[in-house]
């Protein structure tokens, strides 16, 4: 396991003052301190449901479902998909409403190389929740 | 302007305020920017930027993509059926066309 990924898995902003371990994923420390301010991402809600062996990068199949009642009240605003080891981390984000009645997307993404695939929800009031999952990757997805 | 396929499924009949799962898949190529063609020049970035899904004129979902969505970008998602309607999604093309599909869902 790798120094980052532990960082990464141990609360997304906690890593982020750790800008050594991070050097290369400048980006993604932005992006995230960006999304994030002050606040440090809750486990829990936000499942990903993705291969851990993903035979083409170029099209990796990916699900995530984010628990909430979906009301007015308290629903999922946002979805963020990053993928810290691409060229670039981002990989796309998804506006929701209560009219969409469940917080969940289906869709295929592309990655670089073997790496950590993040999914970061920001509720209607703001609290982030985040979780994570780890791709092994044997064909690379970016035809670079 | 060519004319991209796509597709659009929704259920064509739903009871009221049962969650609806709609699919869409558009025949884009998602060009990252980061390619070369035969002869070693580089292919310039192409992407839908923006994904938008309406019902009757209510936005009720929307998505922002970057280059690392798939080519033929494919994505499903919900949406509570609250009354007889058009569901309409748009792919916004950064070239500057929209392309969109819409279908009618009957709600009893």
């Known amino acids: 396991v790798r120094r980052r990924d532990v960082l990464l898995a141990a609360g997304l902003a906690a890593a982020l003052p750790l800008r050594s371990a991070l050097a290369d994923g400048e980006r993604l420390r932005l992006l995230l301190a960006g999304l994030l301010g002050e606040r440090a991402p809750r486990e829990g809600r936000v499942v990903i449901d993705i291969p851990e062996v993903a035979e083409n990068g170029a099209t990796v199949p990916i699900e995530v479902t984010v628990a909430s009642p979906m009301t007015e009240a308290d629903h999922v605003r946002e979805l963020h998909l990053l993928a810290e080891r691409n060229p670039s981390p981002e990989v796309a984000v998804y506006r929701f409403t209560p009219r969409s009645g469940r917080a969940f997307v289906a869709t295929r993404i592309r990655l670089a190389e073997s790496q950590r695939v993040h999914a970061l929800a920001i509720m209607s009031d703001g609290t982030p929740f985040a979780a994570s999952r780890e791709v092994q990757v044997t064909v690379n997805g970016c035809g670079g | ?108």
């Open chain 2, 1 to 108: 302007m060519t004319t991209i396929q796509r597709r659009l499924r929704v259920p064509a009949t739903a009871v009221q305020g049962e969650v609806i799962e709609i699919r869409t898949l558009i025949a884009h190529p998602m060009e990252t920017g980061l390619r070369h063609d035969e002869d070693g020049r580089p292919v310039p970035e192409h992407i839908i930027r923006r994904f938008v899904c309406h019902y009757d004129a209510e936005v009720v979902f929307s998505a922002d993509w970057h280059p690392a969505v798939s080519a033929y970008p494919y994505l499903a998602f919900t949406t509570v059926a609250t009354e007889t309607g058009v569901i309409t999604v748009a792919w916004h093309d950064d070239d500057g066309s929209v392309h969109t599909e819409s279908a009618t869902i009957t709600v009893t």
